[in-house]
């Protein structure tokens, strides 16, 4: 693929991953301003493609217009993968993202037209942060420095760092689930609090662990460095964005405090995710996996 091609490709596919912010935030405050429900029909609103922009209509539509947006950006650079890249994985990942761009629109649908508003919307949440993640895995994975050669670095240590960073991420994303379940309805705090524990605990293991071996790669350790700021500010908007709910609970309105802490804190919640994948797309494209690691140990101790 020429270059020009190859670099046009990954900073669409980046330009698809920040409009995915905006959709995240559109409905981020779609919820915090109560407006779910003010459009009651699908995919027209009150029969029109243009409804009245009133009331909490204005956010409820500007999220579909935003979703729409995505979902042709999605559809172009799968498309344009299929025709440029030479990756089959990285084409099958494109069209993957629009897959579940199409589930989150019909999920958005079953939202207005079933009911069941508590499970589908946190569902509708959790698979908006996978796309995110996939999106962002998209723009990583298109770029120059992945395409570039880079030596395999042994990982001394036990667990892999590979593996610490994939259970993170994993436990983030099961994070954002919880966090999403309160949010919507679907179950307490509780589970909630305790998942935000569990994150604390691998964040901070898997960066002092990636640090301690690979400090000396710019990659990673600017990786760290990322995944600590987002999760740090995270907790802080974790504490205001209860604050705010427990001050808003006898406000008929949702409160400018409320709306714009309880957004911030579902983007930077889906940012601590993104840095999180991106330590480890970065950690399985640099490190050696274990098997290849105890290979390259036993050739060089026969070689000797």
Known sequence: ??????????????????????????????????????????????????????????????????????????????????????????????????????????LGAARVLLGHPPLIATIHATIAQIFFITTVALALVTSPWSQSGHPALDDPGSPKVRSVALWTTLVILLQLVLGAGFRHGAFGILPHLIGAAAVAFFVIWTTRTAKKRFANVPEIRSSIKWLNITFGTQILLGVAAYWAVAKAIDEAQPTPSYVILTVAHVLVGALTLASSVILTLICYRLLRPSGATQLSSQATRAAV
Do not use: C
């Open 1 to 106: 693929m020429p270059a020009s091609s190859n670099s046009a490709v990954h900073k669409f596919a980046i330009t698809t991953s920040a409009f995915t912010v905006l959709l995240l935030m559109a409905g981020a405050l779609v919820t915090s301003n109560d407006a779910a429900d003010s459009v009651p029909d699908w995919p027209l609103a009150y029969g029109k493609i243009i409804p009245p922009l009133v009331g909490g209509i204005r956010y409820e539509f500007t999220h579909r217009v935003v979703a729409g947006i995505v979902s042709v950006l999605t559809l172009i650079l799968a498309i344009w993968l299929t025709r440029t890249e030479k990756r089959p994985a990285i084409v099958r990942l494109g069209w993957a993202a629009v897959a579940l761009v199409i589930a989150q629109a019909l």
